[in-house]
């Protein structure tokens, strides 16, 4: 039986369905994009929704040597399910274990003179020469260090270096617009980079991998791809850049879908207010359908539709295209679905990559957000049911 990752039986009521053999294509298609450069899958956040083991099986097998995650507790549970292959954990803050990241062969990262010190640090105490990558702040404004500070992050790297502790294997950087492939933000972000790369090397770094390209930049910005390209969304078939491309477009499919099984259906009169509020009332007689999905379970309650909220998120119902009508609550939503002739147990499709299913992005748009949020946000109680490899998830 097909077991979720906490190794659970998928509940008859509802799942997160994922197709393993979709991400793995899509990881294969974005290799073939990058030219010579190499993937490193992004699986972070439980690879944006998907389950992080099985996803990174899945992208291992079409042809990611790299895979990179956030925090270094999600390449450490990597690790402790046998995954191996090359690992970046990217975000640590003071204080960090990174003796578990040397002792797991996985490589980190440092934007500042101490993160390396804590890591020469560990690699002291196991006795092992850590893998770090340096990272500068090209233009984006998040992490990496200030421009102005690179020398000294550089420096305080090669010192380590000299001393054996660690090895700087990488150089890199994170963009701010990729997704707006023409905006001037991007050749300033890649001169930057290029500067920093340059002044390294002149210090005598000799980087494996020099690496700043996301899913959009992979997509768009082949000068960005270097040695390395880092996509996240891009492996799970979704679009980083919805208003210019669909993932059809460019040979990925959405890996994920949520489906639900009507709880009840029940015919109302015109005028009978649905769910919390009552932001929504029936215009006619009409058939209500409930969905045993909600907040709980990661729906946004932008979803919602009603007096003074969106539009609804769409659902597919025995081939109807229907909106959340009314607040989403906890556990549950309710759609109208006038007179189709629908069953409570029938099939209900929240998006998915399917003919005529909403897609992620549908739900992005009516809740104000990005495909990335809607993905991400799926609750543990909800499981995961994989399907579309051979491979063990
Ligand atoms: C999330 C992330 C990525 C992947 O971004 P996508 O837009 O999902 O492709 C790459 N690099 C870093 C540093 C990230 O945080």
């Known amino acids: 039986m097909v077991t979720d990752e906490y190794g659970r039986a998928p509940v008859p009521h509802a799942e997160v369905r994922v197709d393993l053999a979709a991400i793995r294509d899509n990881v294969a298609e974005l290799k073939a994009r990058a030219g010579r450069a190499e993937v490193m899958a992004v699986v972070k956040a439980d690879a944006y929704g998907h389950g992080l083991v099985p996803a990174a099986r899945a992208a291992r097998s079409g042809g990611a040597t790299w895979l990179g995650t956030a925090v270094l507790a999600e390449a450490l549970a990597l690790r402790a399910a046998g995954v191996g292959g090359r690992l970046l954990a990217w975000l640590t803050a003071p204080g960090e274990r990174f003796s578990d990241a040397v002792g797991a062969d996985v490589d980190v990262a440092a934007s500042a003179p101490w993160t390396v010190a804590e890591i020469a640090a560990a690699a002291r105490e196991t006795g092992r020469t850590a893998r770090v990558h340096l990272k500068v702040d090209s233009g984006l404004g998040r992490s990496g260090a200030p421009r102005a500070d690179w020398p000294a992050l550089v420096d305080a790297a090669l010192r380590e270096q000299a001393e054996g502790t660690l090895r700087v294997v990488g150089l890199w950087s994170h963009f701010a617009v990729a997704d707006d492939p023409g905006h001037s933000v991007n050749t300033e972000q890649l001169e ?42 891009a492996v799970y078939g979704l679009s980083p850049m919805p208003g210019q491309v669909r993932p059809a477009d460019v040979g990925l499919r959405p890996a994920m879908s949520v489906r639900a099984r009507l709880a009840l259906v029940k015919r109302v009169p015109a005028g009978h207010g649905v769910s919390y509020g009552h932001l929504y009332a029936t215009d006619r007689e009409s058939t209500l359908g409930l969905v045993p999905l909600g907040y709980g379970d990661g729906v946004p309650r932008h979803a919602s539709s009603g007096d003074g909220v969106g539009p609804g998120a769409p659902v597919l119902v025995d081939g109807v295209t229907r909106r959340v009508a009314g607040r989403v609550c906890m556990d549950q939503f309710v759609l109208d679905l006038r007179d189709d002739d629908v069953h409570a147990g029938d099939e209900v499709v929240l998006f998915g990559g399917g003919d005529g299913e909403p897609s992620a992005q549908q739900w992005a748009e009516a809740c104000g957000t990005l495909s990335y949020e809607i993905v991400t946000r799926f609750a543990p109680r909800l499981p995961r049911t994989y399907v579309g490899t051979e491979d063990e998830p």
């Open 192 to 233: 930057a980079f290029g500067e920093a790369l340059a002044w390294a090397e002149t210090r005598g770094v000799r980087p494996e991998v020099r690496h700043v390209a996301n899913s959009a930049a992979t997509l768009a910005l082949p000068s960005s791809h270097y040695d390395l390209v880092r996509p996240g969304l």
